[in-house]
């Protein structure tokens, strides 16, 4: 703007060109402080983390040495804040998946929400399992139910889903323990 409003003066008469190099050289000098900032945060954090890594490697040379004073009274570790190893604890299935929803539906395409397991009922979501069932044509019972996907997230984008088909959709939370308890089925024809 600056440029042109200066080679045609006369095509622009109310241009503020000072007011316009005027704010623009004060962003510049305003940029130019933050640029300066976020180097010394940088360095500074540079310098942190070496003495971080410094501090590490001291305490383990230090733990290593106590483990030694201690012999086989490891116990005595607590006092300066260390001890055995905690026992594993074994993880639990989670729990059923809540309150399954259509949120969007298309011609072939299906967007599918719901909210976790209630953690005092199980353990982690590692993932959800979405499984389908189709109703044969003319209707009739429904088939098996099977897999039709896998979702990190509580939110699932489902494509070339049958169209002009009776369906109904479940998720089902999953980890290393095993499954959750089935979600509530949401039905839908594309």
């Not at 007011?19 to 310098?47: F, I, N, P, S, V």
């Not at 005092?120 to 069932?133: L, Q, S």
């Amino acid at each position: 703007m600056i440029a042109g409003y200066t080679e045609k003066p006369g095509m622009f008469p109310h241009a503020d060109v000072a007011g316009l190099q005027a704010a623009l050289a004060e962003y510049e000098a305003k940029k130019e402080e933050q640029d300066d900032a976020a180097a010394r945060h940088h360095m500074a954090t540079e310098a942190k983390d070496g003495v971080l890594q410094g501090l590490e490697l001291k305490m383990q040379a230090q733990l290593k040495q106590s483990e030694v004073d201690v012999g086989a009274d490891v116990d005595e570790l607590i006092v300066i804040g260390w001890g055995p190893r905690a026992k594993r604890r074994p993880v639990a299935p989670p729990g059923q998946v809540r309150r399954l929803q259509i949120v969007e539906e298309g011609a072939g395409t299906l967007k599918l929400a719901w909210d976790a397991p209630d953690r005092a009922k199980g353990g982690p979501v590692r993932t959800y399992r979405i499984e389908r069932r189709e109703a044969p044509p003319g209707g009739g019972s429904f088939n098996e139910w099977h897999e039709v996907g896998m979702a990190l997230k509580k939110k699932v984008s489902l494509t070339d889903q049958p169209r002009s088909v009776q369906m109904e959709y479940q998720v089902i939370a999953v980890n290393f323990a095993g499954v959750g308890r089935v979600s509530n089925a949401v039905e839908v024809v594309l």
